[in-house]
């Protein structure tokens, strides 16, 4: 199937909006980079797919941070994205894992446990708005969908999904969200909620099994009227360097810096992209010199 790509667009006449996003490519690279089990794989990769469809609406220089922060073996899954589509993620646990449900499915909610879900939103004027409400199945589209309502007083429909394979390479990720606007009736709810009720596989599996974006739309829209306003590319991308990790070292303090030089070298992982960093003597020693 062709690349990642986010789409916009309305449906029903104008009385809805909607937005897809095929992530397979993005949940890959983060599965690989971070050697998560399943599970896990399952529940980043939905978190960064929701990010990336919330991310969709900022502006300029903004971003969105999603945190999950569930009783559950994963402990933690976080993910921050931007209105450039890029998004990046981790797992506190990613070596977590559980039994398949009984309907063969793999466990998110039950991974994730119960706990929050905290939304912070960076504004271009420097602002933060954070909103937090209680998980509801830890399933996170559900989780999502009672954030928009209960934060946000807008009722929303989403599908959040990644399918990973024996092998544990992802197959298929993406999620769908539509929103009806303040002209939607009480039947264009309906044939929204008839639309997406008789489909006949998740969005993860239709994803797989479509060539393009465009037939998996057709797929999820069914007879619905809809339009396509704009395509956007989203990608997995970090904002970690050595430079950004050596200001880090610098606020450790002189005592700590010195021992790491008497020690000889040091190395430091990015939580989100698993990146690593070597620091030699030369390398500690300026950072001294800074601190």
């Known amino acids: 199937m062709q690349q990642d790509e986010l789409w916009i667009g309305t449906m029903l006449e104008g009385n809805a909006r ?16 971070h050697g ?3 599970v896990a794989t399952a529940a980043l990769g ?5 990010t990336l469809i919330l991310a969709s609406a900022l502006k300029g220089e903004e971003s969105i941070t999603l945190r ?9 899954v976080v993910a921050v994205g931007n209105a450039r589509g890029e998004v990046r993620g ?3 646990e990613p070596l977590a894992d559980l039994p398949l449900k009984a309907s063969g499915k793999l466990d998110v909610g039950g991974a994730v446990g119960l706990g929050e879900l905290s939304v912070s939103r960076s504004l271009q004027n420097g602002e933060v708005f954070t909103g937090t409400v209680p998980l509801v ?4 589209a559900e989780d999502l969908v009672h954030y928009l309502l209960t934060s946000e007083q807008i009722l929303s429909a989403m599908l959040l999904g990644v399918l990973v394979e024996k092998d544990y390479h992802v197959a298929g990720a993406g999620g769908l969200l539509i929103q009806p606007l303040p002209g939607a009736t009480e039947e264009d709810i309906q044939a929204i909620e008839s639309q997406l009720g008789q489909l006949q596989m998740g969005i993860s599996e239709l994803i797989a099994q479509s060539q393009t974006i465009d037939e998996l739309l057709g797929h999820l829209m069914g007879q619905l009227p809809h339009h396509v306003l704009e395509r956007r590319k989203v990608t997995f991308s970090c904002t970690c360097s ?11 303090g002189k005592k700590e810096i010195a021992d790491l030089i008497s020690d000889g070298n040091a190395e430091m992982v990015c939580h989100f992209c698993n990146e690593h960093y070597q620091f030699n003597k030369e390398d500690l020693q300026q950072i001294l010199e800074r601190a």
């Open 18 to 33: 909607w937005v897809l996003v095929k992530t397979t490519d993005i949940v890959e690279e983060a599965r690989r980079r």
């Open 36 to 38: 998560m089990s399943p």
């Open 46 to 50: 939905r978190l960064m797919t929701g």
């Open 68 to 76: 999950l922060l569930g009783d559950g073996p994963l402990e933690g």
């Open 90 to 92: 981790y797992v506190r």
């Open 137 to 140: 199945s830890g399933e996170i």
């Open 242 to 252: 050595k430079e950004r990790l050596s200001d880090t070292l610098v606020s450790i």
